[in-house]
């Protein structure tokens, strides 16, 4: 299992009138906890898509606990369970403190950049991953 965690503190452009972050705003929030979790692999989006692949998000859900307010700095928590393939799956836990205050997962699919298809995951990308999950 490969975790990692990106603390991100609430701007306030990311909150609505009465003050709490907008619940449209925590997908962001995966983003950037996605994308610290690759660079702590020293890889990213840039690079994979400099090598032909880009990986749009197939499936997203989810499960608002306690509400954030502006200013409030986070821990965003990114676990990836198992090995990539053609999808990559990405569970988040969002904690204020110690307090959990959201959980998500989303799955990105592996396409090749020209026809669009899906492809099995880049073997070199593949290659990064296998320390986290050997038995």
């Not at 962001?28 to 690079?47: F, H």
């Amino acid at each position: 299992m490969f975790v990692t965690e990106t603390s991100v503190r609430v701007r306030y452009s990311e909150t609505d009138k009465m003050g709490f972050v907008y619940h449209g705003v925590y997908p962001q929030y995966y983003e950037i906890g996605r994308e610290e979790a690759l660079r702590y692999l020293g890889v990213s989006y840039k690079m994979l898509e400099d090598s032909g692949i880009i990986m749009p998000v197939i499936t997203m859900s989810l499960k608002y606990i306690k509400p954030v307010m502006y200013d409030d700095v986070l821990i965003v928590r990114t676990t990836v369970k198992e090995m990539p393939n053609v999808r990559m799956k990405f569970f988040y836990e969002i904690f204020k403190g110690d307090e959990l205050i959201h959980t998500g997962q989303n799955a990105l699919v592996f396409l090749d950049d020209k026809t669009r298809k899906p492809v099995r995951v880049p073997e070199w990308f593949a290659k990064l991953f296998e320390k986290f999950f050997e038995e």
